[in-house]
């Protein structure tokens, strides 16, 4: 399949790597001077101490002068969506899938509808990534494949979850021919509501630590208060409640249902210890601190205004006083 990547950030290196690898003919739009390191040096990942064989996408700098492409892959951060979109509304592709945290609002208002309205509904997915890592030095991608979530696709409206010529069933072949592990989501925008309060926290954690994120994971009185503003968060969000301004906020559910039993099910004391044991490993070294750290000052504050947005007029003192820490 013919495939173009909209980003050269970790995500887009590591799909466009994967698939190109997989056999795929993988277009990466990128500009300035990650273009020029990516045309002269490939990109090499590395995953769990194994080095890839570097590869060499062809690299283009205007969306407008790649190829038509079966599927379309937008991997940019959330504070470049707005900058980007009349681009993204002109992708030429039968399938355009964000891998972006574009939560706020219904799936018919926030920056989830309006990427959707600019790209078409009849072509659009929302997904998530199942992979983390970071940029090394000298430019190779060191990632993990996050165990506990894969890649995530929400189902086309109004399509069946086994339509083969369904968008999502469409991205979820293609992914898979990369060995990626895929899951599908029924409701696609309450999956990303609950990431958006999720990673807000966590990563407000990690920067207010300024990124020591093995320092937190030792902190238990930190860690504890970090699951009970997770948990502030996911009850707000899953009770409904209407805006000074009349807009009305259905009450979302908190999925995927893992995250929903860590945090709302289960003991303090235990979740407690399983996120300081996760932050000390992988997930936090490699999977969060990184992009914490890069994030800081440019797609964190867009995803805390995010979870402002979405939880007006609700309080969420826990939460509000972590954001405050974290921009120091």
Do not use: C
């Not at 601190?289 to 504050?301: G, K, N």
């Amino acid at each position: 399949m013919r495939v173009l990547v909209f980003g050269a950030g970790v995500i887009g290196r590591v799909f466009a790597a994967r698939l190109l690898s997989a056999g795929h003919d993988v277009q990466v739009v990128s500009r300035g001077e990650t273009a020029e390191l990516l045309r002269a040096h490939g990109i090499t990942l590395v995953r769990d101490g194994v080095r890839a064989e570097t590869v060499f996408p062809m690299v283009v700098t205007d969306a407008a002068d790649a190829d038509t492409a079966d599927v379309a892959l937008i991997a940019i951060r959330r504070d470049q969506v707005d900058a980007a979109l009349p681009q993204l509304a002109g992708l030429r592709a039968g399938v355009v899938a964000s891998l972006i945290n574009v939560a706020s609002g219904s799936s018919e208002s926030g920056e989830l509808g309006v990427l959707e309205a600019a790209i078409g509904s009849a072509r659009f997915v929302p997904a998530f990534p199942g992979v983390a890592g970071k940029v090394e030095d000298d430019g190779v991608v060191r990632y993990l494949q996050v165990a506990q979530q894969p890649t995530t696709i929400g189902v086309a409206s109004g399509r069946a979850v086994q339509d083969a010529t369904a968008p999502h069933s469409q991205l979820r072949a293609l992914l898979r021919t990369a060995n990626l592990p895929v899951a599908l989501a029924a409701d696609m925008r309450a999956w990303l509501q609950t990431h958006l309060i999720f990673i807000s926290a966590f990563e407000s954690a990690i920067a207010a630590v300024d990124g020591d994120v093995a320092a937190l994971a030792a902190d238990s009185t930190a860690v504890r208060e970090l699951v009970l503003t997770v948990r502030e968060g996911f009850l707000a969000l899953r009770e409904p409640a209407r805006a000074r301004s009349g807009a009305y906020r259905p009450g979302a559910t908190i999925t995927p249902r893992a995250l929903s039993v860590i945090f709302l099910r289960m003991p303090v004391w235990f979740s407690t210890r399983y996120w300081q044991r996760q932050l000390a490993g992988d997930l936090g070294r490699l999977g969060l601190a990184p992009h914490a750290i890069a994030a800081r000052f440019t797609e964190l504050p867009a995803l805390q205004r995010d979870v402002r947005d979405l939880m007006a007029p609700t309080p969420v003192p826990r939460l509000e006083r972590l954001f405050a820490t974290a921009a120091g």
